[in-house]
């Protein structure tokens, strides 16, 4: 992946190069430093890629993940991009596991809690457009899902998805377009127009 | 509709307890410790093949960045599997009940992951390329070579078993940095 991003200043806090390094280098106490700063946007980040707040697990997966290979982590300064990145990773695998335990008949897909997600103080508007657009996200693709959520619900750039996803600008543009093009369909359907 | 982004900021962001952070750092910090899952108590490396019975045969093949990694005559389940090709010329073999996942096809990289089971690798010689099997926090590197990796489940304990058949691999336990190189003949 070419594409330059800039260090995401997530959850507004400047990112700590030296809390990162340290924690690079193995000490634990830098590492719970940066579970306990970016906790909250991992697992926001998840339970919104997912649908659903039952999300703990994944959130663990992705610092182990982390942690473990974070001497693979080039620019420290990248490090909640990184982290963002294996948020994804870790959904997108999640996604396919659940798809294929589907297949085999053993489990079935839950819909996405749309109440869980929602704060109390939401619009019904908006809380009637989230609930389309999870609707949605449900019968995209993987891909489409991961990228569709990625920008219209995170607010990503087409760009910064690309590096979260690890795939080409071109990819995530089609595959944006192909989750919005099911969204006009549906709200078209039910009376709305997009802009 | 709302600009993209708008969105983000109705969902709910609760601040988890200080107990609940505390709970959920101890279970990472023990996974980080001890392995990727807290019920693996050893990674044993040697020879032996370890026969799991079972019904479902599993190789997914999800669309990743190009080129596509394809395993041709690949199914997803309920179907004999015996071998598979990858398109760069590896072979992928699953025992019967072995499970398992292409993470990564990229030309630098080819990642599987080894959910259950066991499999047999045939890798394709390319420096080029990384060829990875992860199997419960092991990872075996390998160029071109022929081995062996088997999960299995034993009274809690998970166990992940390496076996070279030709050339040279490099196994890396959870969490370790450095890898350990096994030939034929070694474990």
């Known amino acids: 992946m070419n594409t330059v991003v800039k260090p995401k200043e997530d959850d507004r806090q400047p990112i700590n190069v030296g809390l990162v390094l340290a924690a690079r280098d193995g000490d634990m106490s830098a590492q719970e430093a940066l ?106 693709p993987a891909d489409a899902q991961i990228a569709l959520v990625l920008h219209r619900v995170e607010g990503m750039t087409l760009e910064e998805v690309a590096v979260h996803m ?8 089609r595959r944006v377009a192909e989750g919005a093009a099911q969204l006009d369909r549906i709200l078209n359907g039910e009376g709305r127009r997009l802009p | 509709v709302s600009g993209e982004g708008d ?56 669309r990743l960045s190009s080129p596509p990694l394809v395993a041709e005559g690949a199914s997803v389940a309920g179907t004999s599997l015996p071998e598979s090709k990858l398109a760069d010329g590896s072979r992928v073999s699953l025992s019967p009940a072995a499970s398992a996942i292409v993470t990564s096809s990229r030309t630098d990289r080819v990642g599987i992951e080894l959910l259950a089971g066991e499999g047999t690798f045939d890798v394709a010689k390319r420096p080029d390329r990384i060829f990875a ?55």
């Open chain 2, 7 to 62: 969105m983000r900021k109705h969902f709910r962001e609760d601040e988890p307890s200080p107990a609940q952070l505390r709970q959920e750092w101890a279970a990472i910090e023990a996974r980080l410790r001890t392995g990727r899952f807290r019920t693996v108590r050893k990674v044993a490396w040697g020879g032996g093949v370890l026969a799991l019975a079972g019904a479902a045969l599993v190789l997914v093949v999800p």
């Open chain 1, 35 to 140: 579970f306990r700063r970016y906790r909250k946007m991992v697992f926001g980040m998840a339970a919104r890629l997912m649908g659903t707040t039952d999300v703990e697990d994944l959130v663990q997966d992705t610092f182990v993940e982390a942690f473990t290979n974070l001497r693979r982590l080039r620019e420290p300064a990248l490090f909640v991009t990184w982290l963002g990145a294996i948020v994804v990773r870790t959904a997108h695998n999640r996604w396919w596991r659940s798809r294929l335990l589907e297949r085999l008949g053993i489990t079935r897909s839950k819909p996405a809690d749309i109440e869980s997600l929602v704060s109390a103080s939401a619009p019904p508007d908006m809380v009637a457009e989230m609930r389309q657009v999870y609707r949605v996200v449900a019968s995209l």
């Open chain 1, 166 to 173: 690890d795939k080409s600008l071109a990819t995530v543009k």
């Open chain 2, 133 to 187: 099997v992860r199997a419960h926090g092991v990872e075996i590197r390998v160029v071109g070579t022929r081995f062996r990796v088997a999960v299995s489940q034993h009274e809690g304990s998970t166990t992940v078993t390496t076996t070279v058949e030709r050339g040279v691999v490099e196994v890396r336990g959870p969490g370790q940095s450095t890898g350990q190189r096994l030939t034929v003949g070694q474990s």
